[in-house]
Protein backbone atom coordinates (compact mmCIF):
# COMPACT_ATOMS: atom_id res chain seq x y z
CA UNK A 1 0.00 0.00 0.00
CA UNK A 2 1.25 3.55 -0.66
CA UNK A 3 1.37 5.87 1.84
CA UNK A 4 -0.76 9.09 0.22
CA UNK A 5 -0.65 12.90 1.45
CA UNK A 6 -3.92 14.72 1.65
CA UNK A 7 -3.24 16.11 -1.50
CA UNK A 8 -3.13 12.68 -3.33
CA UNK A 9 -6.12 11.27 -1.34
CA UNK A 10 -9.41 10.40 -2.89
CA UNK A 11 -11.92 10.51 -0.02
CA UNK A 12 -14.75 9.23 -2.05
CA UNK A 13 -13.49 6.17 -2.74
CA UNK A 14 -12.45 5.53 0.62
CA UNK A 15 -16.61 6.96 2.17
CA UNK A 16 -18.93 6.05 -0.36
CA UNK A 17 -19.27 2.50 -1.02
CA UNK A 18 -21.20 1.12 -3.48
CA UNK A 19 -22.88 -2.36 -3.87
CA UNK A 20 -23.55 -1.94 -7.39
CA UNK A 21 -26.81 -1.49 -8.85
CA UNK A 22 -29.03 0.11 -5.78
CA UNK A 23 -32.29 0.52 -8.06
CA UNK A 24 -31.93 -3.32 -9.01
CA UNK A 25 -31.04 -4.25 -5.35
CA UNK A 26 -34.50 -1.38 -4.27
CA UNK A 27 -36.19 -3.20 -6.89
CA UNK A 28 -36.09 -6.73 -5.67
CA UNK A 29 -36.23 -5.81 -1.81
CA UNK A 30 -39.52 -4.56 -2.64
CA UNK A 31 -40.93 -7.16 -4.27
CA UNK A 32 -40.33 -9.32 -0.78
CA UNK A 33 -41.99 -6.44 1.15
CA UNK A 34 -45.10 -6.76 -1.40
CA UNK A 35 -44.89 -11.20 -1.11
CA UNK A 36 -44.87 -10.70 2.97
CA UNK A 37 -47.48 -7.85 3.01
CA UNK A 38 -49.46 -9.97 1.26
CA UNK A 39 -49.01 -13.42 1.88
CA UNK A 40 -47.68 -13.25 5.58
CA UNK A 41 -46.80 -16.70 6.80
CA UNK A 42 -46.79 -18.53 3.77
CA UNK A 43 -44.66 -15.95 1.77
CA UNK A 44 -42.05 -16.06 4.89
CA UNK A 45 -42.04 -20.04 4.43
CA UNK A 46 -41.82 -19.71 0.95
CA UNK A 47 -38.74 -17.23 0.78
CA UNK A 48 -36.85 -18.56 3.71
CA UNK A 49 -36.62 -22.08 1.61
CA UNK A 50 -35.41 -20.48 -1.69
CA UNK A 51 -32.60 -18.17 -0.28
CA UNK A 52 -31.76 -19.82 3.05
CA UNK A 53 -32.79 -23.73 2.23
CA UNK A 54 -34.70 -24.29 5.38
CA UNK A 55 -38.44 -25.59 5.68
CA UNK A 56 -39.47 -23.43 8.76
CA UNK A 57 -42.83 -25.80 8.51
CA UNK A 58 -40.58 -28.35 10.14
CA UNK A 59 -37.94 -26.63 12.17
CA UNK A 60 -40.60 -24.18 13.35
CA UNK A 61 -40.13 -21.02 13.18
CA UNK A 62 -40.81 -19.38 16.52
CA UNK A 63 -38.07 -20.70 19.06
CA UNK A 64 -39.38 -23.19 21.29
CA UNK A 65 -38.35 -22.63 25.19
CA UNK A 66 -36.66 -26.19 25.23
CA UNK A 67 -34.10 -25.12 22.29
CA UNK A 68 -33.27 -22.36 24.49
CA UNK A 69 -32.90 -25.00 27.54
CA UNK A 70 -30.75 -27.42 25.17
CA UNK A 71 -28.93 -24.06 24.13
CA UNK A 72 -27.30 -23.35 27.73
CA UNK A 73 -26.13 -27.30 27.76
CA UNK A 74 -24.02 -26.70 24.54
CA UNK A 75 -22.32 -23.64 25.63
CA UNK A 76 -18.87 -23.48 28.17
CA UNK A 77 -18.82 -21.79 31.66
CA UNK A 78 -16.08 -19.49 30.14
CA UNK A 79 -18.58 -18.14 27.61
CA UNK A 80 -21.56 -17.82 29.91
CA UNK A 81 -19.32 -15.95 32.59
CA UNK A 82 -17.94 -13.46 29.62
CA UNK A 83 -21.32 -12.89 28.31
CA UNK A 84 -22.99 -12.41 31.73
CA UNK A 85 -19.86 -9.88 33.11
CA UNK A 86 -20.63 -7.84 29.27
CA UNK A 87 -24.25 -7.55 29.88
CA UNK A 88 -23.87 -6.21 33.50
CA UNK A 89 -21.45 -3.18 32.03
CA UNK A 90 -23.41 -2.67 28.93
CA UNK A 91 -26.62 -2.09 31.41
CA UNK A 92 -24.59 -0.34 34.07
CA UNK A 93 -23.41 1.84 31.71
CA UNK A 94 -27.09 2.24 29.33
CA UNK A 95 -28.70 2.53 32.89
CA UNK A 96 -26.75 5.97 33.05
CA UNK A 97 -28.72 7.04 29.65
CA UNK A 98 -32.33 7.03 31.76
CA UNK A 99 -34.38 10.01 31.48
CA UNK A 100 -37.15 11.11 33.45
CA UNK A 101 -40.78 12.69 32.56
CA UNK A 102 -40.75 16.38 34.07
CA UNK A 103 -43.74 18.74 34.43
CA UNK A 104 -43.08 22.79 34.74
CA UNK A 105 -45.66 24.79 36.59
CA UNK A 106 -46.08 28.48 36.19
CA UNK A 107 -46.75 30.91 38.33
CA UNK A 108 -50.00 31.37 35.84
CA UNK A 109 -51.82 28.00 37.09
CA UNK A 110 -50.14 26.15 33.79
CA UNK A 111 -48.21 23.09 33.42
CA UNK A 112 -46.25 22.22 30.80
CA UNK A 113 -44.36 19.11 30.59
CA UNK A 114 -42.85 15.82 28.53
CA UNK A 115 -43.67 12.51 29.39
CA UNK A 116 -40.85 9.84 28.00
CA UNK A 117 -42.61 6.50 27.82
CA UNK A 118 -41.03 3.45 26.10
CA UNK A 119 -41.87 1.69 23.26
CA UNK A 120 -44.26 -1.46 23.51
CA UNK A 121 -42.68 -3.93 20.89
CA UNK A 122 -39.64 -3.81 19.08
CA UNK A 123 -37.81 -6.26 16.34
CA UNK A 124 -33.91 -6.72 16.85
CA UNK A 125 -32.13 -8.30 13.79
CA UNK A 126 -28.85 -10.31 14.82
CA UNK A 127 -27.07 -11.32 11.91
CA UNK A 128 -26.96 -15.32 11.75
CA UNK A 129 -26.60 -18.22 9.59
CA UNK A 130 -22.79 -19.61 9.90
CA UNK A 131 -21.60 -16.87 12.37
CA UNK A 132 -22.33 -16.16 15.94
CA UNK A 133 -22.94 -12.96 16.88
CA UNK A 134 -24.28 -12.80 21.21
CA UNK A 135 -22.83 -9.11 20.92
CA UNK A 136 -25.53 -7.85 18.74
CA UNK A 137 -27.86 -9.71 21.22
CA UNK A 138 -26.82 -7.66 24.19
CA UNK A 139 -26.19 -4.45 22.39
CA UNK A 140 -29.72 -4.15 20.81
CA UNK A 141 -31.78 -5.72 23.88
CA UNK A 142 -30.13 -4.37 26.76
CA UNK A 143 -31.11 -0.97 25.93
CA UNK A 144 -34.59 -1.90 25.42
CA UNK A 145 -35.01 -3.90 28.78
CA UNK A 146 -33.56 -0.43 30.34
CA UNK A 147 -35.83 1.55 28.56
CA UNK A 148 -38.76 -0.59 29.72
CA UNK A 149 -39.80 -2.30 26.28
CA UNK A 150 -42.28 -5.00 27.47
CA UNK A 151 -42.25 -7.00 23.76
CA UNK A 152 -38.32 -7.46 22.25
CA UNK A 153 -38.76 -10.08 19.63
CA UNK A 154 -35.22 -11.07 17.71
CA UNK A 155 -35.23 -12.50 14.63
CA UNK A 156 -32.38 -14.12 13.17
CA UNK A 157 -31.26 -16.41 9.75
CA UNK A 158 -31.26 -19.91 10.53
CA UNK A 159 -28.53 -22.38 9.59
CA UNK A 160 -29.06 -25.29 6.97
CA UNK A 161 -30.25 -27.15 10.00
CA UNK A 162 -33.21 -24.51 10.85
CA UNK A 163 -31.79 -23.97 14.34
CA UNK A 164 -30.02 -20.79 15.47
CA UNK A 165 -26.76 -21.48 16.95
CA UNK A 166 -26.41 -21.70 20.84
CA UNK A 167 -24.55 -19.04 21.60
CA UNK A 168 -26.95 -16.61 20.16
CA UNK A 169 -29.83 -18.27 21.77
CA UNK A 170 -28.32 -18.64 25.21
CA UNK A 171 -27.52 -14.18 24.75
CA UNK A 172 -31.38 -13.40 23.73
CA UNK A 173 -32.48 -15.18 27.17
CA UNK A 174 -29.92 -13.72 28.99
CA UNK A 175 -30.60 -10.51 27.60
CA UNK A 176 -34.56 -10.54 28.48
CA UNK A 177 -35.89 -10.96 24.54
CA UNK A 178 -39.47 -12.03 24.84
CA UNK A 179 -39.75 -14.23 21.44
CA UNK A 180 -37.12 -15.43 18.84
CA UNK A 181 -38.15 -16.66 15.39
CA UNK A 182 -36.03 -17.98 12.70
CA UNK A 183 -35.94 -16.22 10.15
CA UNK A 184 -33.93 -13.98 8.22
CA UNK A 185 -33.21 -11.21 5.29
CA UNK A 186 -35.41 -8.27 3.78
CA UNK A 187 -38.50 -11.13 4.79
CA UNK A 188 -37.92 -10.90 8.50
CA UNK A 189 -37.76 -7.25 8.47
CA UNK A 190 -41.35 -7.59 6.68
CA UNK A 191 -42.58 -9.86 9.14
CA UNK A 192 -41.57 -7.42 11.72
CA UNK A 193 -43.10 -4.14 10.03
CA UNK A 194 -46.26 -5.84 8.71
CA UNK A 195 -46.96 -8.80 10.54
CA UNK A 196 -47.55 -12.21 9.14
CA UNK A 197 -50.06 -14.13 11.33
CA UNK A 198 -47.55 -15.99 13.64
CA UNK A 199 -44.92 -12.66 13.79
CA UNK A 200 -46.60 -9.80 15.48
CA UNK A 201 -45.82 -6.20 14.05
CA UNK A 202 -43.71 -4.00 15.71
CA UNK A 203 -43.33 -0.15 16.43
CA UNK A 204 -39.45 -0.13 15.91
CA UNK A 205 -36.45 -2.47 14.27
CA UNK A 206 -33.10 -2.10 15.15
CA UNK A 207 -30.28 -4.02 14.58
CA UNK A 208 -27.47 -4.61 11.78
CA UNK A 209 -28.07 -6.49 8.37
CA UNK A 210 -26.51 -6.91 4.94
CA UNK A 211 -28.23 -5.16 2.27
CA UNK A 212 -30.41 -6.16 1.60
CA UNK A 213 -32.10 -5.83 5.34
CA UNK A 214 -30.64 -1.87 5.40
CA UNK A 215 -32.77 -1.41 2.14
CA UNK A 216 -35.66 -3.17 4.05
CA UNK A 217 -35.43 -1.28 6.88
CA UNK A 218 -35.48 1.96 4.43
CA UNK A 219 -38.37 1.17 2.69
CA UNK A 220 -40.50 0.05 6.18
CA UNK A 221 -39.83 3.59 7.96
CA UNK A 222 -42.66 5.15 8.24
CA UNK A 223 -45.05 2.30 8.90
CA UNK A 224 -42.47 1.46 11.56
CA UNK A 225 -39.37 3.51 13.16
CA UNK A 226 -36.17 2.09 12.84
CA UNK A 227 -32.27 2.63 14.07
CA UNK A 228 -30.61 3.44 11.54
CA UNK A 229 -29.48 2.71 7.69
CA UNK A 230 -26.09 0.85 9.22
CA UNK A 231 -23.14 -0.17 5.78
CA UNK A 232 -19.49 -1.74 6.24
CA UNK A 233 -17.71 -1.55 9.33
CA UNK A 234 -15.29 1.39 9.63
CA UNK A 235 -12.29 2.36 11.76
CA UNK A 236 -9.95 5.83 11.72
CA UNK A 237 -6.66 5.85 13.98
CA UNK A 238 -5.06 9.00 14.40
CA UNK A 239 -1.53 7.75 15.75
CA UNK A 240 1.44 10.08 16.58
CA UNK A 241 5.41 8.86 17.11
CA UNK A 242 3.94 6.89 20.28
CA UNK A 243 2.51 4.29 18.99
CA UNK A 244 2.82 0.94 18.18
CA UNK A 245 2.94 -0.48 14.58
CA UNK A 246 2.22 -3.65 15.75
CA UNK A 247 -1.10 -2.87 17.66
CA UNK A 248 -2.40 -0.65 15.14
CA UNK A 249 -1.92 -3.02 12.21
CA UNK A 250 -3.92 -5.25 14.59
CA UNK A 251 -6.75 -2.81 15.36
CA UNK A 252 -6.81 -2.42 11.52
CA UNK A 253 -7.83 -5.56 10.38
CA UNK A 254 -9.79 -5.89 13.14
CA UNK A 255 -12.36 -4.31 10.96
CA UNK A 256 -10.90 -5.23 7.72
CA UNK A 257 -12.25 -8.94 8.87
CA UNK A 258 -15.95 -7.67 9.24
CA UNK A 259 -16.37 -7.57 5.05
CA UNK A 260 -14.43 -6.68 1.91
CA UNK A 261 -16.32 -3.70 2.01
CA UNK A 262 -15.11 -2.14 5.33
CA UNK A 263 -12.69 0.82 6.19
CA UNK A 264 -9.46 0.67 7.85
CA UNK A 265 -7.85 4.10 7.85
CA UNK A 266 -4.75 4.67 9.19
CA UNK A 267 -3.60 8.89 9.93
CA UNK A 268 0.02 10.08 11.16
CA UNK A 269 1.94 12.63 10.91
CA UNK A 270 5.04 10.16 11.21
CA UNK A 271 5.81 8.45 8.37
CA UNK A 272 7.75 5.96 9.91
CA UNK A 273 4.49 5.00 11.82
CA UNK A 274 2.71 4.30 9.16
CA UNK A 275 5.67 2.81 6.71
CA UNK A 276 6.10 0.59 9.73
CA UNK A 277 1.72 -0.21 10.50
CA UNK A 278 1.35 -0.99 6.87
CA UNK A 279 4.33 -3.34 6.79
CA UNK A 280 2.60 -5.34 10.03
CA UNK A 281 -0.21 -5.22 8.54
CA UNK A 282 1.23 -7.40 5.29
CA UNK A 283 2.63 -9.69 7.80
CA UNK A 284 -0.34 -10.45 9.96
CA UNK A 285 -3.14 -10.53 7.04
CA UNK A 286 -0.87 -13.92 6.27
CA UNK A 287 -1.63 -14.98 10.00
CA UNK A 288 -5.83 -14.32 9.50
CA UNK A 289 -8.19 -17.22 9.16
CA UNK A 290 -10.15 -14.63 7.37
CA UNK A 291 -7.66 -13.76 5.45
CA UNK A 292 -9.42 -13.13 1.93
CA UNK A 293 -11.87 -10.76 3.52
CA UNK A 294 -9.33 -8.76 5.39
CA UNK A 295 -7.50 -8.56 2.37
CA UNK A 296 -10.18 -7.74 -0.17
CA UNK A 297 -11.20 -4.63 2.45
CA UNK A 298 -7.87 -3.09 3.10
CA UNK A 299 -6.69 -3.64 -0.78
CA UNK A 300 -9.98 -1.68 -1.96
CA UNK A 301 -10.86 0.80 1.34
CA UNK A 302 -7.75 1.00 3.33
CA UNK A 303 -5.60 3.65 3.68
CA UNK A 304 -2.46 4.95 5.18
CA UNK A 305 -2.71 8.98 5.22
CA UNK A 306 0.45 11.70 5.72
CA UNK A 307 -0.84 14.39 7.50
CA UNK A 308 1.22 17.83 9.01
CA UNK A 309 -0.10 17.79 12.40
CA UNK A 310 -2.36 15.95 14.48
CA UNK A 311 -4.41 18.88 13.89
CA UNK A 312 -4.50 18.48 10.00
CA UNK A 313 -5.35 14.20 11.02
CA UNK A 314 -8.43 15.55 13.66
CA UNK A 315 -10.11 17.68 10.64
CA UNK A 316 -10.05 14.90 8.27
CA UNK A 317 -11.31 12.27 10.98
CA UNK A 318 -14.00 14.72 11.74
CA UNK A 319 -14.58 15.07 7.52
CA UNK A 320 -15.00 11.72 7.07
CA UNK A 321 -16.96 11.00 10.58
CA UNK A 322 -15.97 7.38 11.20
CA UNK A 323 -17.85 4.59 13.12
CA UNK A 324 -14.71 3.53 15.18
CA UNK A 325 -11.70 6.70 15.83
CA UNK A 326 -9.49 5.72 17.98
CA UNK A 327 -6.93 8.26 19.23
CA UNK A 328 -3.64 6.57 19.92
CA UNK A 329 -1.53 9.47 20.75
CA UNK A 330 0.26 10.61 24.04
CA UNK A 331 -2.15 12.55 25.54
CA UNK A 332 -5.34 11.60 24.36
CA UNK A 333 -8.07 13.61 26.37
CA UNK A 334 -6.15 17.02 25.19
CA UNK A 335 -7.81 15.55 21.63
CA UNK A 336 -11.40 14.79 23.16
CA UNK A 337 -12.55 18.21 23.01
CA UNK A 338 -11.72 18.64 19.01
CA UNK A 339 -13.72 15.47 18.16
CA UNK A 340 -17.32 16.73 16.49
CA UNK A 341 -18.23 13.19 14.44
CA UNK A 342 -17.38 9.92 15.40
CA UNK A 343 -19.82 7.19 16.42
CA UNK A 344 -17.41 5.94 19.20
CA UNK A 345 -14.07 7.30 20.21
CA UNK A 346 -11.44 5.04 21.95
CA UNK A 347 -8.65 6.99 23.92
CA UNK A 348 -5.18 5.50 24.33
CA UNK A 349 -3.57 2.57 23.44
CA UNK A 350 -5.08 0.48 25.73
CA UNK A 351 -8.75 0.96 24.21
CA UNK A 352 -8.66 -0.95 20.95
CA UNK A 353 -12.25 -0.91 19.11
CA UNK A 354 -12.84 -4.78 20.47
CA UNK A 355 -13.18 -3.55 24.12
CA UNK A 356 -16.13 -1.35 22.96
CA UNK A 357 -17.79 -4.19 20.63
CA UNK A 358 -17.89 -6.49 23.33
CA UNK A 359 -17.30 -5.80 26.62
CA UNK A 360 -16.66 -2.31 27.62
CA UNK A 361 -20.56 -0.92 27.95
CA UNK A 362 -21.14 1.62 25.19
CA UNK A 363 -23.41 0.53 22.52
CA UNK A 364 -21.75 -1.38 19.25
CA UNK A 365 -24.41 -0.20 17.44
CA UNK A 366 -23.07 2.54 15.50
CA UNK A 367 -23.66 5.34 12.82
CA UNK A 368 -21.33 4.24 9.42
CA UNK A 369 -20.84 6.03 6.38
CA UNK A 370 -20.44 9.45 7.23
CA UNK A 371 -23.81 9.33 9.08
CA UNK A 372 -22.04 10.26 12.27
CA UNK A 373 -22.13 13.56 11.67
CA UNK A 374 -26.23 13.31 12.43
CA UNK A 375 -26.82 10.04 13.90
CA UNK A 376 -26.11 9.03 17.42
CA UNK A 377 -25.18 5.06 18.75
CA UNK A 378 -27.79 3.32 19.40
CA UNK A 379 -29.07 3.95 22.80
CA UNK A 380 -32.14 3.99 25.73
CA UNK A 381 -33.43 6.97 23.50
CA UNK A 382 -33.65 4.83 20.85
CA UNK A 383 -36.56 2.56 22.59
CA UNK A 384 -37.90 5.72 24.32
CA UNK A 385 -40.95 8.40 22.79
CA UNK A 386 -41.35 11.55 23.99
CA UNK A 387 -45.37 13.00 24.44
CA UNK A 388 -45.85 16.81 25.14
CA UNK A 389 -48.17 17.90 28.27
CA UNK A 390 -49.89 21.23 28.17
CA UNK A 391 -52.18 22.00 30.65
CA UNK A 392 -53.11 26.14 30.27
CA UNK A 393 -54.82 27.98 33.14
CA UNK A 394 -57.97 30.70 32.80
CA UNK A 395 -55.48 33.03 33.59
CA UNK A 396 -53.21 31.96 31.16
CA UNK A 397 -55.59 31.55 28.10
CA UNK A 398 -57.00 34.75 28.96
CA UNK A 399 -53.33 36.52 28.76
CA UNK A 400 -52.21 34.63 25.47
CA UNK A 401 -56.02 34.16 23.67
CA UNK A 402 -56.02 36.89 21.42
CA UNK A 403 -52.05 36.31 20.03
CA UNK A 404 -52.89 32.73 19.49
CA UNK A 405 -56.18 33.57 17.83
CA UNK A 406 -54.19 36.51 15.68
CA UNK A 407 -51.68 34.33 14.44
CA UNK A 408 -54.20 31.13 13.53
CA UNK A 409 -55.65 34.11 11.14
CA UNK A 410 -52.41 34.94 9.83
CA UNK A 411 -52.66 31.14 8.94
CA UNK A 412 -55.64 31.16 7.41
CA UNK A 413 -57.22 29.03 9.89
CA UNK A 414 -60.41 29.96 10.84
CA UNK A 415 -62.03 27.57 12.91
CA UNK A 416 -58.26 27.71 14.72
CA UNK A 417 -58.80 31.59 16.01
CA UNK A 418 -62.63 30.45 17.29
CA UNK A 419 -61.93 27.81 19.24
CA UNK A 420 -59.61 29.90 21.47
CA UNK A 421 -62.27 32.98 21.10
CA UNK A 422 -65.08 30.09 22.23
CA UNK A 423 -63.74 30.15 25.68
CA UNK A 424 -64.87 33.81 26.03
CA UNK A 425 -62.69 35.28 28.16
CA UNK A 426 -61.86 38.38 26.49
Given at each position: ?????????????????????????????????????????????????????????????????????????????????????????????????????????????????????????????????????????????????????????????????????????????????????????????????????????????????????????????????????????????????????????????????????????????????????????????????????ARA???TYG??ILV???????????????????????????????????????????????????????????????????????????????????????????????????????????????????????
Open positions: MKIKTLEELDLTTLTRKSYGDDQLLEHKVAEILSEIKKEGDEALYALTEKFDGVDLRTSGLRVKEEEVAKAYSQVDEEFLEALRLAKEKITSYHEKQKRTSWLDAKEDGSILGQLLLPLKRVGIYVPGGTAAYPSSVLMNAVPAVVAGVEEIVMVSPPGKDGSLLPEVLVAAAEAGVTEIYKVGGAQAIAALAFGTGEISPVDKITGPGNIYVTLAKKQVFGTVDIDMLAGPSEILILADESAQPEELAADLLSQAEHDPLASSILVSPDRKVLEETVAEVERQLKLLPRQDISWEAAKDLAEGMNLANQIAPEHFELVVKEPYSWLGRVRNAGAVFLGRFSPEPVGDYFAGPNHVLPTGGTARFYSPLNVDTFMKKVSVISYSEKALQRDGRHIAHLARKEGLEAHARAVEARKLW
